[in-house]
């Protein structure tokens, strides 16, 4: 009776005996948790570090943006610069004027030319 007693309480206490109390943690479990708990805090910081130089150029091309439509705006709405004080009095009737045949002519004579390279 002793001896099924002794080989029940052995098939109880195996499984017990192979787990380790909760409050009996190596300090290689320990060093395990503190560097996951490094690293997880490192990815933290980079997301963070990411999210915000997102949000750090987002904020500079939409400044970048407002100061191309101020410029433009300012462009339409500027000033034309003043006449040339003699630009009324030239006429362009003493323009030289050349005839559309020598116009074709020398463009005929130009594109040979650029074709008989040596």
Known sequence: ?????????AALAG???????PDLV????????NAEA??????????LENRLNAQDAALRAETAVRALQDQSAQAA???PPPALAGAASVSL???????DERLAASNARVREAAQNRR
Request: glycine share 4%.
């Open 26 to 33: 190596s300090q290689g479990d320990l060093a395990i948790q």
């Open 77 to 79: 709405t500027a000033i």
């Open 1 to 9: 009776m002793r001896m099924i007693l002794a080989v029940f309480a």
């Open 93 to 99: 009737g003493d323009m030289a004027s050349i005839p």
């Open 15 to 21: 499984p017990a005996l192979a787990q380790t109390p």
């Open 38 to 47: 490094q690293a997880a805090a490192n990815r933290r910081e980079v997301s």
